[in-house]
């Protein structure tokens, strides 16, 4: 009889234990990483893709309800490139691309603290009914959206983490 419970544990706790050797400490663990996220702002640009990247932002970084200490502004460019052309030269895929520039400024002065750029590439297929083409173009911009927040707010976490503490 095997006893698998154990022989788990044990292999965990010799990861972590060569983990620990190494250096590897979890991004959230830094001490400030986690509130500094919830005290950003969004201020997101006008439009469907401008609103879908500020809700997804919005609901990573959490803010803390109290006032505000980061301004995240954010610029987005979006294009679209017709792929897979049938003989009579209608696309049947498309490629979406989506590039958010964003700044991050403190409330209290208004300079910059941090720019990054983040570019998110994906396709998605073109159907001959106009209404699910309609629909596979948004669900694309949604895709985009939400991994272009995801790629911000990890590239913020790692700046927080950076920061020296007083």
Do not use: H
């Amino acid at each position: 009889m095997t006893r698998p419970r154990p022989t788990l544990a044990l292999l965990l706790s010799l990861a972590a234990l060569g983990l620990s050797a190494c250096g590897f400490r979890p991004l959230y663990a830094e001490p400030g990483v986690t509130g500094e996220l919830s005290a950003i702002e969004v201020a997101a640009p006008d439009g469907r893709t401008g609103y879908l990247i500020g809700e997804a932002l919005g609901e990573s970084l959490a803010g803390g309800g109290g006032p505000a200490a980061w301004r995240l502004d954010l610029d987005l460019g979006e294009q679209r490139f017709p792929r897979g052309l049938r003989v009579d030269n209608v696309a049947t895929r498309y490629e979406y691309v989506l590039v958010a520039a964003y700044t991050l400024r403190s409330v209290a002065t208004g300079a910059p603290a941090k720019t990054g750029r983040v570019r998110v590439e994906l396709t998605y297929d073109s159907a001959d009914q106009p209404f699910a083409s309609v629909a596979a173009q948004q669900d694309a911009q949604e895709r985009a959206a939400a991994e272009a927040a995801r790629r911000i707010q990890l590239e913020l976490a790692a700046w927080f983490a950076e920061q020296p503490r007083p």
